[in-house]
């Protein structure tokens, strides 16, 4: 059974860091795309980061970039996501994503959601002092 589990999420102050991972099982690892999402109260789901299968493409939402990091371990089905000089407009529950479409994981585009079949069950990230 495919199955993706969020980790790492917690309150942290405005400037401070936080690792997330997503461990995955229930499927050949590395032939999936892995994104990460945010959803915030009140507003739509939006694409934060992705990585393909082989590692080898990364992209940024305008947002995060410079600041937050996207790498994975195909050894041990895991990607993370590092958050850097985090804001308070970051906090929001952040979700995982695998993709298996070959399109996803020559581009890393976020911009279709639909595109990313499965998806773990979020964890909370709130920046406040």
């Known amino acids: 059974q495919l199955e993706l589990v969020e980790s790492g999420g917690g309150l942290v102050q405005p400037g401070g860091s936080l690792r997330l991972s997503c461990a995955a099982s229930g499927f050949t690892f590395n032939n999936y795309a892995i994104g990460w999402f945010r959803q915030a109260p009140g507003k739509e789901r939006e694409g934060v980061s992705c990585?393909?299968?082989?590692?080898?493409?990364?992209s940024f939402a305008d947002s995060v970039k410079g600041r937050f990091t996207i790498s994975r371990d195909n050894a041990k089905n895991t990607v993370y996501l590092q958050m850097n000089s985090l804001k308070p407009e970051d906090t929001a529950v952040y979700y995982c994503?695998?993709?298996?479409?070959?399109?996803?994981?020559?581009?890393?585009?976020?911009?279709?959601?639909?595109?990313?079949?499965?998806w773990g069950q979020g964890t909370q990230v709130t920046v406040s002092s």
């Open positions: 990585i393909s299968g082989s590692g080898g493409r990364t």
């Open positions: 994503a695998a993709s298996g479409y070959t399109t996803i994981e020559a581009t890393c585009s976020m911009e279709h959601k639909t595109y990313f079949t499965y």
